[in-house]
């Protein structure tokens, strides 16, 4: 049974203390668990702690099982000391290095540029002691840690040797036979004496941070915190899980979200998908090492984006938006099917096949010759007609834009908008022939010019079978979750919560509650959007396995939100209203909430009391953990507040930029801990939670 508990939600490197004073490293949570203890917070909550190389993304991992060595605590390993002392390089490095404790963001690439560089010095001192009786032992820990390891170790150190030798580039960029590798190719390079010590720096930088990570994970647990990890469920197609075991991924679709009213195009991540019927054939093994790994140093765990288990929406890899994709697993309607439902072969071609007007494109290019001169490129015309189908040959957005307009002379402008146009009919159809013969509707078929010329009894018999789609995906949605969260419960202790934020799936809730998984609750997201009011969820009726939250790290704050976000704030409740005689219009407003005090009023802008309130109100929720972002929790002290609250969010989804993933709390740990006040805010809002 999981019991009611109060948790603090922070990026790893967002940690700031006087003995990691640039960047949070594995030995900060050590530091930050003292603090939490003493305010009564039970759960701390990380961001992904695994090796991004070059990326500040926590969720852009290199490798499912390989920490981020930007995360090393440095000074106390013995070689720092030494080469300090007599590399006058080295000293000078890491002197400058220190240069940027005041920084308000940390500079993710400086950093890890730099304590490369920093941790190749001290290895090369380490390897060069070899007969001392430290580097003996040293070299039994590395072995023994190979050993332990050696499911996925070895084909990463090789992964980042080469990454080093082609200077970073991806993988899909480095020279051909070093592209597609079979296991055993990749072993053989881990055998090769003459690159031993380049591959085993690797291992060594690995054997630091496992132990690192481990120590501080005890210490945590000793004072009674439970660690919660987070896993993201998508790789980046740059990682070593990808090079080395391709076949654990569907590598010609790319992993997204569907359109929506915040994002018309859907979105596209990049990230592959996974093969899952490929992996259920051992019982998916990779995610059990993934937990059996995560478990060393986790209590709890928070899966990423938990409806991609059930289903990934999947987009061909060429496409540029997510507007073509369609959910894997998926049910479809067959040409036999159509046919039976009064459409001809005909009929389903104007359906599945975008048919172009020569019209549209003359009146923008102007010559009638040219105009179909340019449209032959990659479409072929239908008898005599003035209409157009694209090519077999093209299968995506991409190869549209690979045709090339220069010897017609056109204005750029009007290239760029004959492109747009193409790129738009592309997409204008009712049904995806996703393989021969079987079809699903596209997500914005009522869009389409073909959904537009049917007939109402056509568009009554398309919208019959689609329904009949939608029966058969829930069943094969559930089973996919069923069997994969099978594997994961036999496989870990750990706490299990999803991400289960998005697209509405049916059987989600059911499915979460037969294997005990806690979801998530956004506070600022979970209102009945159907009414007209939009009213705020009762906090009280939450399911109860949730971790409840007043934000996310790609949300704004708690304060952005309510100095910036919430509107008609100043509305005063009588504390003599009960649930049942609070109109739905004063459900909409953020002081529903707080109903104890007589009149009490919200501020307009964040100040402490407000914060203060507002916790203590939610803290009343159903949900049996109440885990908040530390920039939320600091609100309860002014001193702690930026001049711009948008300056303390963590990232802003959509957006490439060095502010996104580099926040930095604005206090040292050491000062949070002397800060009695603060302290007893927290511990006050926990009781309330925790004691209900």
Not at 144 to 164: A, G, M, Q, R, T
Not at 271 to 292: A, G, H, I, M, V
Not at 343 to 354: A, G, M, N, T
């Amino acid at each position: 049974m999981v019991k009611r508990k109060t948790g603090i939600a922070v990026p790893l490197g967002a940690l700031r203390s006087e003995s990691s004073p640039v960047i949070g490293e594995f030995t900060s949570l050590m530091e930050f668990a003292n603090f939490a203890s003493k305010a009564h917070i039970s759960i701390i909550q990380l961001l992904p702690v695994l090796d991004t190389g070059t990326q500040t993304s926590p969720y852009s991992s290199l490798s499912a099982f390989a920490l981020n060595p930007v995360y090393i605590n440095l000074t106390i390993l013995e070689e720092f000391q030494k080469c300090y002392d007599k590399d006058s390089v080295f000293k000078r490095t890491y002197d400058l290095y220190l240069q940027h404790k005041k920084d308000e963001r940390f500079d993710y690439g400086f950093i890890s540029d730099t304590k490369d560089f920093l941790l190749r010095k001290m290895f090369s001192l380490l390897t060069n002691t070899i007969g001392t009786k430290d580097i003996k032992q040293m070299q039994l820990n590395i072995l023994n840690f190979i050993d332990e390891h050696k499911s996925w170790l070895p084909y990463y150190c090789v992964y980042k040797y080469l990454k080093y030798k082609f200077v970073q580039a991806g993988w899909k960029e480095w020279k051909k036979p070093y592209q597609k590798m079979t296991q055993e190719q990749i072993l053989e390079i881990w055998n090769t004496k003459s690159i031993e010590k380049d591959l085993y720096f690797y291992v060594w930088e690995q054997f630091i941070a496992y132990k690192q990570l481990k120590i501080a994970a005890d210490y945590v647990k000793s004072l009674d915190i439970i660690l919660k990890g987070d896993l993201p469920i998508l790789l980046n197609e740059d990682s070593c899980d990808v090079w080395a075991t391709p076949e654990l991924f569907n590598l010609k679709m790319r992993a997204g979200s569907p359109p929506d009213g915040d994002n018309p195009a859907g979105q596209n991540w990049g990230f592959p998908c996974y093969d899952f019927t490929y992996q259920e054939k051992d019982n998916f093994s990779w995610w059990r090492k993934r937990l059996s790994t995560a478990a060393i140093f986790f209590d709890a765990y928070r899966l990423d984006h938990i409806p991609g288990f059930f289903r990934l929406w999947s987009i061909p890899e060429n496409e540029l938006t997510a507007e073509m994709g369609h959910t894997e697993p998926c049910a479809t309607v067959t040409e036999a099917q159509l046919l039976k439902a009064g459409f001809s072969k005909e009929r389903i071609r104007w359906l599945s096949q975008p048919h172009i007007p020569t019209e549209d494109f003359i009146r923008l290019i102007g010559n009638p010759v040219t105009t179909r001169e340019i449209l032959s490129l990659l479409c072929e015309r239908i008898g005599y007609e003035e209409l157009w189908l694209f090519k077999s040959s093209i299968k995506s957005e991409i190869d549209i834009k690979k045709i090339n307009l220069d010897k017609y002379n056109i204005d750029v402008s009007i290239q760029m908008e004959i492109f747009r146009r193409l790129g738009a009919w592309w997409k204008n159809r009712t049904l995806l022939e996703i393989s021969k013969n079987k079809y699903l509707p596209l997500w914005k078929y009522k869009e389409s010019r073909s959904w537009a010329s049917l007939s109402e009894d056509e568009k009554y018999n398309l919208e019959e079978l689609f329904a009949e789609i939608n029966k058969k995906q829930d069943k094969l949605w559930k089973n996919q979750a069923e069997k994969i969260f099978t594997a994961f419960k036999n496989e870990s202790d750990m706490t299990f919560c999803g991400e289960d934020l998005g697209a509405y799936i049916p059987c989600m809730e059911k499915v979460l509650d037969k294997f005990g998984i806690l979801g998530l609750k956004v506070i600022r997201w979970c209102r009945n959007w159907e009414k007209q009011e939009q009213p705020y969820c009762d906090i009280h009726t939450y399911r109860k396995l949730s971790v409840v939250t007043t934000s996310v790290h790609d949300s704004s704050t708690f304060r952005d939100w309510h100095d910036n976000e919430v509107k008609q704030i100043l509305i005063d409740i009588p504390h003599k209203y009960s649930d049942c005689l609070i109109d739905e219009s004063k459900k909409s407003n953020l002081n529903y909430y707080i109903l104890e005090r007589e009149y009490q009023k919200v501020s307009e802008k964040m100040d402490p009391a407000t914060c203060e309130n507002l916790l203590s109100a939610f803290a009343k929720t159903s949900g049996v953990w109440f885990i908040n972002p530390l920039q939320d929790w600091l609100y309860l002290d002014s001193k702690y507040y930026s001049d711009d609250p948008k300056k303390e969010r963590i990232n802003i989804p959509g957006t490439v930029s060095q502010f996104n993933w580099t926040w930095r709390m604005p206090v040292n740990i050491e000062k949070l801990f002397e800060n009695e006040k603060l302290i007893e805010k927290i511990k006050k809002i926990a009781e309330i939670h925790d004691g209900q």
